[in-house]
């Protein structure tokens, strides 16, 4: 198939899936082309069957808000018509849904079908869509829709109770390759480059997101400041985002700004999750929890909150631990009793590794997106047989 896919290219999880997705679609043998306004970070631009589209947008002075969805929308219908596209997937409501939508009306008039796939990931719905400037363009791109997926079954109920949407809406979860995203298989080589962040006897947490409000890094500072208190503890933050000179601030004012560490956007994040001893992802909300995924399949257990999709990954006690908002107290507590019961902390990474092969691996998610496309081309060939046909 030739596919386009247009996300959101900066660091955040649906950037991730949405690139991600293409690589391994690009490997099975599939013509990938992204169109968005600058290459998605996780690719590199040398991956054989990927091809990138910039959407250049105009910033004429007359517009104090530039039109990108415009612009966005006849870059598709361009893409889709040069390359010959089967379809397009749009991750990210939106505006990308909408785009999507204008670029099909723009193709149909010119006898050209493009259906498109847009997947929901959480925000979009959660507080983006829900603001009732946005709320209705949303439900309609999404009624509009050839197909729409959702990443999580709880996202999946939030859309059809919050936007009163009956179409069908199919959960495919969020993934991971399990070949990047792995323990080391050699202590040494891990003991090496753990030096980096921590002394042996030390034990390592780990961070990762775009540091927005609704990932509470201070409470990731909180619990963190109270496990240094009693365990030698370092903690490492991956990511950057609105909310990181607050933590730094936190970090200084509660005197640990020496055990901790602010790595930035980090490109190969599989490479340094499984340095970690614990995760934390003491979110207001995920509609899933991608992060949590990575680590866990680099064999890293989350402390994580018992909100959204999360409790689709964890299995509190049995694969990570989950606890109430803003419950840092808790969060710390239970990282301390988890770490000074080495078998206890064995089984529960055994088990983290052990969910995102059995569950949310990439061999298994992604022949689900395959059918699904496969589904809705072979629909609309039928339903454009049937339109020639009357
Ligand atoms: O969490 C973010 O701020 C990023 C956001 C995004 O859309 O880029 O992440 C959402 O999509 C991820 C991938 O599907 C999910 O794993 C995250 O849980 C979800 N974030 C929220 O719902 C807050």
Not at 39 to 49: A, D, I, K, M, N
Not at 91 to 115: C, D, E
Not at 247 to 263: C, K, M, P, T, Y
Not at 355 to 383: H, I, K, M, W
């Amino acid at each position: 198939m030739r596919i386009g896919i247009t996300c959101y290219p900066t660091y955040g999880g649906s950037g991730v899936v949405a690139t991600e997705l293409g690589i391994e679609l690009a490997a099975l043998g599939h013509e990938m082309h992204f169109i968005s306004y600058s290459q998605p970070f996780r690719l590199t631009g040398r991956e054989s069957g990927i091809f990138y589209h910039e959407v250049p947008v105009s910033n004429y002075p007359l517009f104090e808000f530039p039109p990108y969805d415009l612009a966005l929308a006849s870059r598709m219908a361009e893409v889709a018509e040069y390359y010959h596209l089967d379809l397009l997937h749009v991750h990210y409501a939106i505006p990308h849904s909408v785009s999507a939508l204008l670029a099909r009306q723009m193709l149909a008039q010119r006898g050209k079908h493009l259906p498109f796939v847009t997947t929901l990931h959480g925000t979009d719905i959660t507080l983006v869509g829900m603001d009732r400037s946005y709320l209705p363009i949303t439900r309609y791109a999404i009624e509009q829709s050839d197909g729409v997926t959702s990443i999580s079954q709880y996202l999946k109920d939030v859309t059809v109770n919050n936007f009163g949407i009956t179409r069908h809406i199919e959960v495919v979860h969020n993934f991971v390759n399990c070949d990047v995203y792995k323990p080391f298989a050699d202590e040494e080589a891990r003991a090496q480059a753990r030096a980096r962040f921590a002394a042996p006897d030390e034990f390592l947490f780990m961070h990762l997101s775009n540091f927005r409000p609704v990932k509470r890094i201070a409470d990731v500072v909180q619990i963190f400041a109270r496990v240094a208190k009693q365990l030698p503890a370092r903690l490492a933050l991956i990511g950057d985002g609105p909310d990181r000179s607050t933590a730094e601030w936190l970090a200084n004012s509660l005197g640990i700004h020496d055990r901790v560490q602010f790595l930035g956007k980090q490109d190969r994040v599989s490479e340094l999750l499984p340095l970690a001893d614990l995760m934390l992802m003491p979110s207001e909300m995920e509609s899933f929890g991608l992060a949590a995924l990575e680590a866990m399949a680099c064999q890293t257990p989350a402390i994580a909150t018992r909100v959204g999709g999360v409790p689709e990954l964890i299995d509190d006690g049995v694969n990570g631990l989950l606890f109430p908002v803003g419950d840092v107290d808790a969060m710390a507590a239970a990282s301390i009793a988890l770490l000074r019961d080495p078998e206890r902390h064995q089984t529960l990474r055994k088990a983290a590794r052990k969910t995102a092969q059995d569950r949310f691996c990439s061999t298994r998610v992604l022949p689900r997106y395959v059918e699904f496309y496969e589904s809705l081309l072979s629909n609309a060939g039928t339903q454009a047989k049937g339109e020639l046909s009357s």
